[in-house]
């Protein structure tokens, strides 16, 4: 294991355990944010995990800067969602050699998951089936997801480094905690707007919608990657002129004017939702600045439209 660190004063302010490992914690790799800030919390001053997908890059087809594939090529332990997400990533951890430790947190014990969509209008007639076979992959947008995540990481943390594997699951749990604090507070938030209706701007949102039984109608593309065909933004411009939709939802990676343009047309207010927490430092607590800011974001929207809106 290839990374010197302090003994374990916890981030998290637990107790550390008595004792010190004669080696070295692994070297762990995070494929995104959301990943990253759930294992360095998992960590805790054990060392840091580091982070591949920095800046507004796509999980989809990032280019991975020399400093990144070293990273990559050195690590113990490798944590991704998997190839739906990041595929970029499926190449170089075939060929990876050595014996790393590969985690594909979409495979976790105890997720939640739901189909992908396959239209961009999922309400008001537009009927659309699901892909048995393809999960939607934003699975750490469920707090509950993000809870089995931090589980299946301290279990390969504590695999891999088994004179650590006590500090890993009190972290894990402490990480835990912090999580269902979270879910209370941005319950609090976002019931009174639960049943406004708005449009995403990708479909990114589907495990946030169903955590907190939000009221999403469809999304300006599935793939923010390509652009949407023609006739599904002339259903999307006919749903919006029907009424009822007050709020689009941007995303900070992406501003198509197309985006621009529907907003100003149907006059609605808009709000930004960041799905992998680009504006977020990489640290342990980035995962809860996330998610607390796009529920403040989103309950602001909403809350604006539904002041201006008759019915929906």
Not at 95 to 101: I, K, Y
Not at 127 to 147: M, Q
């Amino acid at each position: 294991m290839r990374r010197a660190c302090m003994t374990s004063v916890l981030a998290l302010g637990l107790s550390a355990v008595a004792g010190v490992p004669a080696s070295e914690p692994p070297a762990v790799v995070a494929s995104i944010r959301p990943i990253h800030s759930l294992a360095a919390g998992v960590m805790g001053d054990l060392g840091a995990p580091a982070l591949i997908v920095r800046g507004y890059g796509s999980p989809h087809f990032y280019q991975m800067r020399p400093s990144e594939a070293r990273a990559l090529a050195g690590a113990d332990v490798v944590l991704w969602i998997g190839e739906p997400l990041e595929t970029f990533l499926a190449g170089p951890i075939r060929n990876l050699g050595g014996d790393a430790r590969v985690l594909s947190l979409l495979q976790a014990d105890g997720l939640e998951l739901h189909p992908a969509r396959t239209s961009t209008l999922w309400e008001s007639g537009h009927e659309h089936e699901h892909d048995s076979g393809s999960a939607d992959p934003h699975i750490w947008l469920a707090p509950g997801n993000a809870k089995a995540m931090v589980d299946a990481i301290a279990r390969v943390l504590g695999e891999v480094d088994p004179e650590r594997a006590e500090i890993y699951a009190a972290n894990g749990a402490a990480m835990k905690s912090r999580i269902d604090a979270m879910t209370a507070d941005m319950e609090a938030r976002l019931s009174p707007v639960a049943g406004v209706p708005f449009v995403a701007m990708h479909d990114s949102m589907h495990y946030f919608e169903s955590a907190f039984s939000l009221h999403s109608v469809g999304a300006v593309t599935l793939d923010p990657d390509r652009q949407p065909s023609a006739g599904s933004v002339r259903e999307l411009r006919e749903h919006l002129s029907a009424g009822g939709v007050v709020c689009m939802v941007t995303e900070p990676q992406f501003t198509p004017a197309l985006i621009e343009a529907l907003a100003s047309e149907s006059r609605l207010t808009s709000a930004e939702f960041d799905p992998i927490g680009v504006d977020s430092d990489a640290a342990w607590d980035s995962y809860f600045a996330m998610m607390t800011g796009n529920a403040d974001n989103l309950a602001r929207c909403l809350e604006q439209g539904h002041g201006t809106t008759a019915a929906w």
